[in-house]
């Protein structure tokens, strides 16, 4: 009888030891996907920022550029009168 009750008390320790591993093992991988999410987040936040910065670009080469052709325009003026 006592043999049992030891086999068992050592079945319910290794069953908690078990339950408690698996618990710190989810608790590591939902910090791992938080982690992940966060990593995610940031790239996509960087993402919007590379295209906003070449969206301000594009629009300060058209405006450049449209600079140029004033300029170009006003030297032929001058140079035809």
């Known amino acids: 009888m006592e043999r049992l009750l030891a086999e068992n008390k050592e079945v319910e320790q290794r ?8 618990q710190q093992e989810r608790q590591t991988l939902q910090e791992e996907r938080q982690g992940m999410q966060d990593e ?27 600079v140029m052709q004033v300029g170009i325009v006003v030297f032929y003026l001058n140079v035809l009168y």
Request: proline share 0%.
């Open 15 to 22: 069953t908690a030891d078990t339950l408690n591993t698996m």
């Open 40 to 66: 995610r987040r940031g790239m996509q936040e960087e993402r919007k920022a590379m295209q906003e910065e070449r969206r301000a670009l594009q629009q300060s080469m058209e405006h450049e550029r449209q």
